[in-house]
């Protein structure tokens, strides 16, 4: 039967051969001819629409046949115009349509050098596939333009991609562009013939303004193949290309090389997005002296090398000098090691590089390393000299800076005091949702404004970062950052070894079930140490005080990752010193939990089974007469706080639980859950709950440090304390109390010492939930709030709600708080006190009067169940928007911790 039909196919074929010769034949495979009257010749098939638009220069795929239901054409070899202009083609351009996919195979050259010069156009909506060895090369004369939209980009991919297969780096090239710009490897640029690292092609002349055409909505991903064990392909190469050129909204994702280089030219690009670039995401060298504006770089753990890795030249002495305008950076970075086994970092500037660079973030991981370095010392004399500058840049990042050092092991240039003596740069929390900023990040307000009077090539952007948090341009046209991300991790793996700097306590992990490794953390600590999570370990505590650094000497960084648990002795704290920090990441998934060895031991818990957390800083207090000379005592231990710098970070606590901790020092000492001592702006604070302390579960003695999502359960004493000089924010404040256990809930002191003291306490707080307890810890009512000792502070959108037992709910002490409340240096509107006794007023000042004077206040019921409003609350549009008075805060209209529906609590906190 095959055979048959093999004959019947094969007779056909020769007969239509035969008749296209003018031949009388006719076939019946099923049996008997039948003579016919011979006709005139038949005329040939005419070509179908694909063949007469693309035939000319592309053949039909022999190996794919159609993707996503289009045909698919392949380009090899060199593409100049099509003479005869078929189709869609003319002389000097060639169209590559939407109506099918394309395959390049091998290295694809459009145009010749300087001569055949052709332009390449993409239609929007075109994807092209590149196999094992292709890559695209725009020779020096000719152009591509490839302008996608937001809705239809172009796609520049792998054979694998297109077929749905699994992809990964390196499984095609990428894209090379080469022009006439000036370039440094040319001593003659009017005869320059630079050779590409890749393949027989060259770059760079003394055209500044040369175009290679433009690339706008454009993807390039899975690129980078190895040519050999020093050569691979970044996804796009810039070499020697001009001003002329068009780059915006473009995106690398997954090459195994550099995401861009720029190898000289002077090419602008903006809107740029690269995401798991293997080697450095953006590299420059040869000169290279375009800009650079809206720039998000996201780098994977152990799959990077650096964020921007910059130089001027091999010999970094070459001219011109490689020195680009770069402006609204993000860098996003991993952690771990790189490909070369060294730590993987964000910006390296070297071999002579000179830049401006302004409005840039750079976020560290907990592994990451060093986040800005300078190298060499052509570069710092560039530093030092004006060539290379940053200004209103924020860094956040375990280990900030790394300095550069000659053969003797000499300093040449300190660059933490180099890049914070320069305007308007930070080194502090970047306080990020995802890659935008959120309305307390300092990078939404501390950006370089009239970056267009400074480089007509910029647009006036005045926030640091690549966003502005409220815009985001990467929507649509980009891959891998918004739903097609990966989940954060929800388990962990197992170690097979404490890290090192803590020692493991068999004992203790086998009394712990489910427990391999105890690794413990004694004593004074001064090099960075990472507690590093999994799912057979946990981290003590031992022998009193654990101090992370020195004072404000032998600075260090505790590092802990989501999903780390941390219990303490029954002697035992955690001290951040001044000049230190603390990196604690969790997330709603994985928090992180400070607890005593009874909880993790499955022995009865209660307050003060060990002592809490202490973060140290440099802001100001008032109980320092020379903020220059400020040595204030922590009431516990040996401990040193307060300065003269607002900005300071003491590092971040995000997801944070702190259990049963407080243990007494004496009758009156006693530790908090968490004790903030002159700690400042820089440091972020979000997401933390304290529960079942033995004194207060957070206080604050001066500073300036924010805070947001902050929850407080059961505590003995005051649940949120503030004295000597607190001038911090707050928002989403959720407080609970058992009855016969608690003091109150907020209170409140500018200073003990010296009431008059300046900076005096003056913090704002917003969107606070009281529900305080019924009786209290000792004779007293148990109350909701106390403001006292001449405290300032401006409170807005708070609910109260009191037990049948509870005593007075507000209550203003002192005369020297109470002329506050006289002049309007100490507010409370928009909010409500449901309380059996809903104040206590004094003989001299009407609290109630006071309280119900100023706006959107109500003294009354107020529906909630379990803190949260119910649906016909009267707590619910009846708020102030706090976020006209500070962009810290965000739009509420609301009074209390909560919406109604959103309970920002579940998921990552411990419910009593």
């Known amino acids: 039967m095959k055979l048959k039909n093999l004959f019947t196919l094969s007779a056909l074929t020769s007969a239509l051969i035969l008749a296209g010769c003018g031949g009388d034949i006719n076939i019946n495979a099923g049996g008997e001819t039948t003579p016919t009257t011979p006709t005139n010749p038949t005329t040939p098939p005419t070509s179908s629409p694909t063949e007469e638009a693309y035939g000319s220069f592309a053949t039909r795929s022999t190996s794919i046949a159609t993707v996503d239901g289009k045909e698919v054409w392949t380009l090899s070899g060199n593409l100049t115009g099509n003479a005869n202009g078929s189709g869609n083609q003319t002389e000097d351009s060639i169209t590559l349509g939407n109506d099918v996919v394309w395959e390049l195979s091998g290295a694809v050259v459009v145009g010749g050098d300087n001569t055949n010069q052709t332009v390449l156009n993409v239609e929007p909506g075109t994807t092209i596939l590149g196999n094992s060895d292709a890559y695209l090369v725009i020779s020096r004369g000719s152009q591509i333009q490839a302008e996608g939209t937001a809705d239809t980009p172009i796609v520049f991919t792998s054979v694998e991609s297109g077929l749905g297969l699994s992809t990964d780096r390196g499984q095609w090239g990428g894209l090379v562009l080469l022009g006439n710009a000036p370039v440094n490897a040319c001593a003659d640029l009017?005869?320059?013939?630079?050779?590409?690292?890749?393949?027989?092609?060259?770059?760079?002349?003394?055209?500044?303004?040369?175009?290679?055409?433009?690339?706008?909505?454009?993807?390039?991903?899975?690129?980078?193949?190895?040519?050999?064990?020093?050569?691979?392909?970044?996804?796009?190469?810039?070499?020697?290309?001009?001003?002329?050129?068009?780059?915006?909204?473009?995106?690398v994702h997954m090459n195994d090389d550099d995401g861009i280089e720029f190898w000289g030219g002077n090419a602008t690009v903006k809107h740029v997005v690269l995401t798991g670039n293997f080697d450095d995401s953006l590299d420059w060298t040869n000169g290279w002296r375009g800009a650079a504006q809206h720039v998000y770089i996201r780098t994977d753990d152990n799959g990077a090398n650096r964020g921007i890795e910059a130089d001027s030249s091999k010999s970094g002495t070459d001219e011109p000098m490689s020195k680009?305008?770069?402006?609204?950076?993000?860098?996003?970075?991993?952690?771990?090691?790189?490909?070369?086994?060294?730590?993987?970092?964000?910006?390296?500037?070297?071999?002579g590089t000179g830049a401006s660079l302004h409005n840039a973030l750079v976020k560290g991981g907990l592994?990451?390393?060093?986040?800005?370095?300078?190298?060499?010392?052509?570069?710092?004399?560039?530093?030092?000299?004006?060539?290379?500058?940053?200004?209103?840049?924020?860094?956040?990042?375990?280990?900030?800076?790394?300095?550069?050092?000659?053969?003797?092991?000499?300093?040449?240039?300190?660059?933490?005091?180099?890049?914070?003596?320069?305007?308007?740069?930070?080194?502090?929390?970047?306080?990020?949702?995802?890659?935008?900023?959120?309305?307390?990040?300092?990078?939404?307000?501390?950006?370089?404004?009239?970056?267009?009077?400074?480089?007509?090539?910029?647009?006036?952007?005045?926030?640091?970062?690549?966003?502005?948090?409220?815009?985001?341009?990467?929507?649509?046209?980009?891959?891998?950052?918004?739903?097609?991300?990966?989940?954060?991790?929800?388990?962990?793996?197992?170690?097979?070894?404490?890290?090192?700097?803590?020692?493991?306590?068999?004992?203790?992990?086998?009394?712990?079930?489910?427990?391999?490794?105890?690794?413990?953390?004694?004593?004074?600590?001064?090099?960075?140490?990472?507690?590093?999570?999994?799912?057979?370990?946990?981290?003590?505590?031992?022998?009193?005080?654990?101090?992370?650094?020195?004072?404000?000497?032998?600075?260090?960084?505790?590092?802990?990752?989501?999903?780390?648990?941390?219990?303490?002795?029954?002697?035992?704290?955690?001290?951040?010193?001044?000049?230190?920090?603390?990196?604690?990441?969790?997330?709603?998934?994985?928090?992180?939990?400070?607890?005593?060895s009874e909880d993790v031991l499955g022995l009865n818990t209660d307050r003060g089974q060990w002592g809490g957390l202490v973060l140290l800083g440099n802001a100001p207090v008032n109980t320092c007469a020379?903020?220059?000379?400020?040595?204030?005592?922590?009431?516990?231990?040996?401990?040193?706080?307060?300065?003269?710098?607002?900005?300071?970070?003491?590092?971040?606590?995000?997801?944070?639980?702190?259990?049963?901790?407080?243990?007494?020092?004496?009758?009156?000492?006693?530790?908090?859950?968490?004790?903030?001592?002159?700690?400042?702006?820089?440091?972020?604070v979000d997401h933390i709950?304290?529960?079942?302390?033995?004194?207060?579960?957070?206080?604050?003695?001066?500073?300036?440090?924010?805070?947001?999502?902050?929850?407080?359960?059961?505590?003995?004493?005051?649940?949120?304390?503030?004295?000597?000089?607190?001038?911090?924010?707050?928002?989403?404040?959720?407080?609970?109390?058992?009855?016969?256990?608690?003091?109150?809930?907020?209170?409140?002191d500018s200073s003990k010492s010296d009431?008059?003291?300046?900076?005096?306490?003056?913090?704002?707080?917003?969107?606070?939930?009281?529900?305080?307890?019924?009786?209290?810890?000792?004779?007293?009512?148990?109350?909701?709030?106390?403001?006292?000792?001449?405290?300032r502070a401006q409170l807005a959108n708070f609910v109260i709600q009191g037990g049948i037992n509870t005593g007075e709910c507000l209550e203003i002490d002192d005369a020297s708080t109470q002329l506050n409340a006289e002049d309007g240096s100490l507010t409370l509107t928009h909010s409500i006190i449901d309380c059996v006794?809903?104040?206590?007023?004094?003989?001299?000042?009407?609290?109630?009067?006071?309280?119900?004077?100023?706006?959107?206040?109500?003294?009354?019921?107020?529906e909630l169940t379990n803190g949260m409003p119910t649906a016909s609350s009267i707590a619910l549009?009846?708020?102030?928007?706090?976020?006209?008075?500070?962009?810290?805060?965000?739009?509420?209209?609301?009074?209390?911790?909560?919406?109604?529906?959103?309970?920002?609590t579940q998921g990552w906190s411990y419910q009593p």
Request: aromatic letters at 8%.
């Open 367 to 596: 592994e990451t390393g060093e986040c800005l370095e300078i190298n060499d010392a052509s570069t710092v004399a560039n530093a030092q000299g004006g060539e290379l500058v940053m200004t209103h840049s924020l860094i956040d990042c375990v280990e900030a800076f790394k300095n550069p050092k000659d053969d003797a092991d000499n300093v040449l240039l300190d660059v933490e005091a180099w890049f914070t003596g320069q305007e308007g740069n930070i080194v502090g929390a970047a306080a990020l949702e995802g890659y935008q900023p959120t309305a307390a990040s300092p990078a939404l307000t501390g950006g370089k404004a009239g970056l267009a009077n400074i480089d007509s090539r910029l647009d006036d952007a005045a926030y640091i970062g690549a966003f502005d948090g409220t815009n985001d341009w990467t929507l649509g046209w980009t891959t891998a950052i918004h739903d097609e991300e990966d989940s954060a991790p929800t388990e962990l793996a197992p170690l097979t070894s404490c890290p090192a700097g803590t020692a493991n306590d068999a004992a203790d992990a086998a009394l712990i079930e489910g427990t391999d490794l105890v690794c413990t953390l004694t004593g004074n600590i001064t090099n960075n140490l990472t507690l590093l999570a999994g799912s057979n370990v946990k981290y003590k505590l031992d022998g009193g005080p654990v101090v992370i650094g020195g004072d404000n000497e032998q600075s260090a960084t505790l590092a802990i990752q989501a999903g780390v648990e941390v219990y303490g002795t029954s002697n035992s704290y955690l001290v951040i010193s001044r000049g230190s920090k603390i990196m604690a990441q969790g997330s709603e998934a994985m928090p992180i939990v400070f607890t005593s």
């Open 837 to 862: 006794e809903p104040v206590k007023n004094e003989d001299a000042f009407d609290t109630t009067a006071w309280f119900e004077g100023q706006e959107g206040n109500v003294i009354g019921p107020v």
């Open 755 to 791: 009431p008059l003291g300046t900076p005096f306490s003056n913090p704002t707080i917003s969107n606070v939930t009281i529900l305080p307890a019924g009786g209290n810890n000792g004779s007293d009512d148990a109350e909701g709030m106390v403001l006292r000792v001449a405290t």
């Open 190 to 251: 009017a005869s320059c013939d630079a050779a590409f690292e890749v393949g027989n092609h060259s770059y760079g002349g003394n055209i500044e303004d040369d175009s290679s055409g433009s690339l706008k909505y454009v993807r390039v991903e899975f690129g980078g193949f190895k040519i050999n064990d020093t050569q691979e392909l970044n996804g796009v190469s810039f070499a020697g290309v001009g001003s002329g050129t068009t780059v915006d909204y473009l995106q």
């Open 324 to 351: 680009p305008t770069l402006a609204n950076l993000t860098l996003q970075l991993g952690g771990g090691t790189n490909g070369g086994g060294d730590d993987a970092e964000g910006i390296l500037f070297r071999v």
């Open 877 to 904: 549009g009846t708020g102030k928007d706090m976020s006209t008075v500070d962009a810290f805060f965000d739009d509420t209209d609301y009074k209390g911790a909560f919406d109604g529906s959103n309970d920002w």
């Open 626 to 684: 020379s903020l220059d000379d400020c040595d204030v005592a922590f009431e516990v231990g040996n401990h040193l706080f307060g300065g003269n710098n607002d900005e300071d970070s003491s590092g971040q606590l995000s997801y944070v639980q702190v259990r049963y901790a407080g243990f007494k020092i004496n009758d009156t000492q006693e530790l908090n859950g968490i004790s903030f001592g002159g700690v400042g702006s820089g440091t972020q």
């Open 689 to 748: 709950q304290v529960h079942k302390n033995d004194d207060d579960g957070v206080e604050f003695w001066g500073g300036s440090v924010n805070l947001k999502y902050v929850y407080l359960t059961d505590n003995f004493d005051d649940s949120l304390d503030w004295t000597n000089g607190w001038r911090g924010k707050a928002q989403y404040v959720f407080i609970t109390q058992e009855d016969n256990a608690a003091n109150r809930g907020i209170e409140a």
